[in-house]
């Protein structure tokens, strides 16, 4: 069992290869300027390179987020509710084949995914107890922005999906354990 574990790759690691490898695909941070200056037409030139660069930036977060998660989910004891919804973010982040695809857009390419993955951090921090208590709605605001409201609708739904399966599964764990009246 501790081969199989050590053949199983670090999620959070493949998030980080996935980033190097979209900054060196295509014209790397010029093609975030490009969708910049798209995305945010009264922009001026100087606003367009700030906003790549906090879409970078934001984008660079992203495992950061992930490992943090993991730890306080591990400190908690909250593995079983807090890993597979990670576990689905990641995998979208992953999968190069997605709503932007970073195969093709590069850096840009991995903004649906970063959104998706602070989406589903926020999704955590509901309930009495914040998960993480980290004010993430800056950068969702942005990200929003950018990627345009159906976009981030579509994402949404995802992220919401994820959380409605976790409680599903959990329900039925619940319906299979609870005795009897």
Known sequence: MSTRRREQSDPVVDVMAVIQ????????????????????????????????????????????????????????????????????????????????????????GLLDDAYLVIRTLQNLDHGSDPFLDWDL??????LTRVLGGAMTDRLDAIAEEALDDLSDRLDALWDSTAHRA
């Open 21 to 108: 490898s979209a900054k060196a695909r295509g014209t790397g941070l010029e093609g975030m300027e490009s969708l910049m200056a798209r995305a945010l037409p009264e922009a001026d030139d100087e606003e367009v390179c700030e906003a790549a660069g906090l879409g970078l930036e934001i984008i660079e977060s992203v495992p950061v987020f992930l490992a943090r998660a993991r730890q306080e989910a591990g400190e908690r004891g909250l593995e079983h509710v807090v890993l597979p919804l990670l576990e689905r973010a990641e995998r979208y982040f992953l999968k190069p084949i997605d709503l932007i695809p970073e195969m093709t857009h590069g850096l840009p």
């Open 137 to 142: 709605e800056a950068p969702v605001r942005f």
